[in-house]
């Protein structure tokens, strides 16, 4: 009798993968992001939890889970527990369609693949199972009767609602050259055309990953929270394993944002440069490590932002959702659509996007920085030098 | 029965007294609002209401125990209302119950991200109450002193208003270059907040050996610490965002209101005492004085920054003209002034910080009133912050760059 059967995979997957999850946040994520920003900000992070600070994840844990669990005396009492349940369960859920890797031999006559189930509707379904978590925020805002708390909520529900726009539009591109919702499909359509999406989706690469980063509150757009403003908004009022929880919902969201983008964008378990033969010692990595790498890159990336920029001003965040990304995202999806149109049967039109897209961030890239050592040359040439002249216009 | 009614008799006169008195002021006060006002803000389409808000005094980014009362339309703010007073220590009282040098360790209490300034403040108040002459020695190891206090009280303006705006990386720049700073003042005083480091007639220590060297090592190197700054913020489009046309004041405003400090330099006047009257030594350092025109938040923070700069120069002109020499003046053993008033000002990181001293012709000031920058700048937050969102308020704060010791005191 085999024990191993499809099914009882599936569960362990599952299994695996709620408890891997939290344990990679706890440990992996918030230790690398603190030390991460400490090494940024010219400090030193936690280093006195096991050897370099790599138990500080469990020191966190014993601290959130034996901290009292208050809830204010007003509050709407059972909206106040449901809150962060529902922001953690559905960015839970929405993992399972996510593809880590390829098919895997676990023993003789018994592979499965990496994930957990391969929906046709795939990128639908996450698309909707994550909105979900806004009401998490939305209702955790509400419920704690705090007028702080009553402020990032209705900032929250605002600002998301907002950035799933520009999001799905996004991703709607993409939908144009794979043909298939299916993100197992999205992988191997990139396979099999040896092109990743992200060169002729470069631009919906840009926006999807700044609306990704809106959609999970972090820096510059973490106006939910913004410390500085609303103390700390949404989750003033919580504390304990609530608190833990919102938490994790939210850093569950970064890791589905990444994952995402590496599916979509960045070619999900496969290896850069398959064709190139002085490369293919890139091919001894197992695919699922590359996907690991890559959306480890996005982690690093949302840290990077963490400590670079200042943030957002709530009607400048909703400008630039409404008047620039979603634009943006609706031009891309018809250059896109030309470009798949115009040699059908074949993926010539993408090559082509993709350099034309490429050339121009190049030179937008290059002009940006021209202009800023104009700017920071006029800056030092206005600093007045001695008292004769000193006014500056 | 009667003892009751008269009671309540009382309690309404003094009720009208000061709703008369509310109304001839102009403030909304609970007895005289009409009743027909208050029924109408709720009858519009969406039944929109005017959320009142406690801002502080425990809020992340109220810079201490400052409470504001806002009213918020949503996000945007109707009305702010400043409530000061919870650190109220009456300094100006305890001066008047201790002898002139008791009082110094007082001032070290007002602003005290920028204690040197207050101690110079003071003391150059009772000198010219004595007319004592300092020694040239003593008038430069102020003047740089003072320097240093400009940038470390620069460095946490420039950190906590970064951090108010989400930028949490030049907070930790700015303490870095601030730790050394309070390092240079640990070794030449024995404290790093509450200075002390100044006497009626010159200054308690003499420099310790390497500390001129060691400084200006530090001072040389500052320019480019302050490159690191403004690269992460100037040029930044966020940053720029979040200032540029925040709370914008006009100079006639400035002047109306009294402001002093980088707040008037911002909006375009070139008003700095160590220029406008010269104290110490200044008149022969060569120094500029940054101003910008549009008096908003962003050039309020250039010119900070630009005055980081000019801070350094100074230190570094001071340095060089550093002699051996006397530390204190002739000073009378007890400090028994004639009877006068007199008033002396200085430019603290903040603004005009002046001090009038009323003297009877005893040890002890009769009265002692402090002009602090804070206070007085803290005025116009109400005027700045109207029709502004929430995230501009916190903006504002951090651009007047107040210190709740010295508004109190």
Redo the contacts between chains.
Sequence with gaps: MRVLTPTVLTYLKVLILVAVVPAVVGFVIVLAERRFMGFMQARLGPNRVGPKGTLQGLADLVKLVTKEDLTPGKAEKAVHFLAPVLAVIPALTALAVIPFGPEVRLARRVSTPLYVADVNIGLLFLLAITSIGVYGIILGGWASNNKYSLLGGLRSAAQLVSYEVPMGLALVAVLLMTRSLSLVEIVQRQERIHLWFVFPGLLAFFIYFVAGVAETNRNPFDLPEAESELVSGFNTEYSGVKFAFFFLGEYTGMIIISCVAVTVFFGGWLAPFPHVRALSFLQLIPPFLWFFIKAGLFIFAYIWFRSTFPRYRFDQLMALGWKWLLPLALANIVVVALAVLATPGSTRGLVWLGWIFGSLFAIMWLLAKLRQKLTRRDRLAAVPQSAHESRIA | MTDEKQLTEAEKQEAAYFARRATEAGIPHPAVEEPAAAGETARTLFDVQE?E?NFGPQ???THGVLRLVLKVD??KIVEAKPDIGYLHRGTEKLFETETYPMGIPHTDRMDYVAAATNNHAFCLTIEKLLGVEIPRRAQLIRVILDELQRLSSHLVWLGTS????????P???AF?EREQILDFFEEYCGARLTLNCMRIGGLPFDLTPGWVERLSEFIDDLPSRIDDY?Q?????R??K??TVGIGVISAEECIEYGLTGPIIRGSGV?WDLR?AQPYECYREL????????NGDTYDRYIVRV?EM??SARIIRQALDRLQPGDIRGKVPRVIKPHAEEVYASIESPKGELGFYCVSNGTNRPYRMHCRPPSFINLQALPRLAKGH??????ALIGTIDIVLGEVDR
């Design positions: 959320m808000l809020h992340p980014s949503g996000e970064g951090i108010d705006l989400g930028a949490v990386t907070f930790w720049y870095r403004e992460l913020l100037t040029d930044n966020i940053w965002k979040r070139e220029r060569d120094f500029a004085i940054p101003t910008r025109q630009q700069r000019q969102l929430i995230s501009d308020l916190v």
